[in-house]
Every structure is written in structure tokens, then in C-alpha cells.
């Protein structure tokens, strides 16, 4: 699953993404609309992450989603 499909499916997976990270507010997720580069930005805000670490953190769901969506 590639980004564009996350975010055509934003609200089918924005709660597995306030699952992941718990500290953003259902607002916060709700205005990222899965875009990338919000997500990445709010990662580092709630998280203290750098950029790289929260593009890497992003990658990682993204493939968790990816590898559950192939499971079933």
C-alpha cells in the first residue's frame, strides 16, 4: 500500500494511526487527513523526534498496515 492509498483511506485507518501513536488528539489525526508530511510534523511535536525518525516511525506503520491488509 502505497501513501496516496493510506491517504484515500484515511478514515478507515486513522484509528489504527491514534493507536500507534496514543499522545495525538482525535482532532490532531482528523486534520492530518493522512497526509505524510502532517504526520511526520505531528510526530515530532508529540514525540521530540527528529525528521528522520519520524519519517522512519511513518514507514514502519505504513508497512504494519500494509502486511495486516495482505492478511486478511
Not at 510534523?41 to 525528521?51: A, F, H, N, S, V
Amino acid at each position: 500500500m502505497n501513501w496516496d492509498q493510506i491517504e484515500g483511506r484515511w478514515e478507515q485507518l486513522k484509528g489504527r494511526a491514534r493507536e500507534r501513536w496514543g499522545e495525538m488528539t482525535e482532532d490532531e489525526v482528523q486534520k492530518a487527513r493522512g497526509d505524510r508530511e502532517q504526520m511526520i510534523g505531528l510526530i515530532q511535536e508529540k514525540y521530540g523526534r527528529t525528521r528522520e525518525e519520524a519519517e522512519q516511525e511513518l514507514a514502519k506503520w505504513q508497512n504494519d498496515v500494509l502486511s495486516d491488509e495482505k492478511s486478511q
